[in-house]
């Protein structure tokens, strides 16, 4: 229902919503003076008052009980108040926090059957570079783990290694002419 309602708008209202609009755009616009929205009824009597008394619209008039009650109240302040005080400490140290290696703060303790991502990355490359000196069971007995948990750590998890290849630099020749052919052979590939 939605979809030929769309379109029923789309052929046949939207264009007689459309004609002659810019004629009468530009008649709304050339008026001189654009006419007043009609006023509520509940305004009518109030509309007729102020033409009939201008008076009655001043602004400036004030009220001589309202500015001796305002002249009799003051403020008076002694002394600090130490609730404020407390409640606005501004922090004493201004240095930003340490950024850690692996993005988050590392624990101070790490209960038993644990381990932090630190110590992790340690073991791995450790048993990786050395594995008669550093067992399954040499790691799990010094970072208190289960052993089952290091083979699956030890198994699962590589340290990365980053390999440069080395950069052959090409021989250069004596003989000039042979150069300006190597520098030609370089520019076609």
Known sequence: MGAATSAARKHFIRPMKNYNVEERAMKV????????APPHPSMKKI????????????????????????????????GDNPEVIAKSRLPVERTPPVQSVFGHEEP?????????????????AYHANDRDTYTIEKISKDYKLD???????????????????PKEKPKKSSNPLRRLQDGIDNLKK
Not at 29 to 36: G, V
């Open 29 to 36: 616009i050339s008026k001189d003076k654009p006419t007043a």
């Open 47 to 78: 509309m007729d008052d102020i033409m009939s008394d201008p008076s009655k619209l001043k602004t400036d008039r004030s009220d001589p009980r309202l500015l001796q009650n305002l002249s009799k109240v003051y403020i008076t302040s002694a």
């Open 108 to 124: 101070k303790v790490i209960p038993p059957g644990k381990a932090s991502l630190r110590q992790i990355l340690e073991f791995v």
């Open 147 to 165: 052993i089952l948990d290091t083979i699956n750590i030890l198994q699962h998890y590589k340290t990365l290694q980053v390999f440069h290849a």
